[in-house]
């Protein structure tokens, strides 16, 4: 059974200060790996789809990296607009959908 | 049109009422989906409908009927909801089953 974890389950910055979350998981071959951020009542927005282990993607202050057992979401210089949910979600070249983790809420303070 | 646009935004509705929830997008995507999400939860997959057909229904309790007219419409009917049942319902739609999801704004449904 495809399984996707998330860490830390919350995380507090402050604006400025880099940090990463985590998503491992554990898949029957993966087709792909995929960040989303959801802000509150809001549904999620699509950032990164990753294939193959090795494979970086970056966007504004966002950068996800991947191998074969977890992914990276690196914030750098973070700002209050960036406080959201981070989800990570899996697809298996064996399941049909995604497998959501459970997700990473981040709060940037000014 | 990169969207994918749905209606209520906002749903109270009795535990006899019958009421449904709407759901389109006009990217061409061939796959539409419905999830359900609770509070501080992931998205918990619904239905999936794959070129206009039920391709996967998730064990959900046959008070949420899902319909898809057409390749750009997705419709999720609700009859007889419990309290616990109050969620936001999420519709997503995706070009194939590989591709990232383009997920709506939500439907925040409230059962009194």
């Known amino acids: 059974e495809d399984q996707v974890t998330q860490s830390p389950e919350a995380l507090r910055l402050q604006e400025g200060e880099s940090s990463s979350l985590n998503c491992s998981y554990t898949?029957?071959?993966?087709?792909?790996l995929f960040w989303y951020r959801q802000d509150p009542g809001k549904g999620p927005e699509f950032l990164f789809t990753?294939?193959?282990a090795g494979e970086e993607k970056e966007k504004e202050r966002l950068k996800a990296t991947l191998t074969k057992k977890e992914s990276f979401l690196h914030i750098t210089a973070p700002k209050p607009e960036d406080s959201a949910t981070y989800l990570c979600a899996v697809l298996s070249f064996n399941g049909q959908n995604f497998v959501f983790g459970p997700g990473t809420r981040l709060s940037v303070l000014p | 049109d990169t969207e994918v646009t749905q209606t209520p935004k906002h749903l109270v509705m009795g535990m006899t009422n019958k009421k449904s929830l709407k759901c389109e997008q006009h990217m061409g995507h061939r796959a539409m989906y419905w999830y359900k999400q609770k509070a501080k939860k992931p998205p918990e997959l619904m239905f999936v409908?794959?070129?206009?057909?039920?391709?996967i229904n998730e064990s959900v309790p046959s008070r949420f009927s899902p319909e898809c007219p057409n390749s750009s419409l997705l419709n999720l009917h609700l009859h007889a909801l419990q309290p616990e049942d109050s969620a936001l319902y999420l519709c997503?739609?995706?070009?194939?089953?590989?591709?990232?999801?383009?997920f709506g704004s939500g439907t925040r449904l409230t059962v009194v």
């Open positions: 898949v029957s071959g993966l087709r792909g």
């Open positions: 997503a739609s995706s070009q194939d089953r590989d591709g990232g999801y383009t």
């Open positions: 409908y794959s070129y206009e057909k039920l391709s």
């Open positions: 990753l294939y193959s």
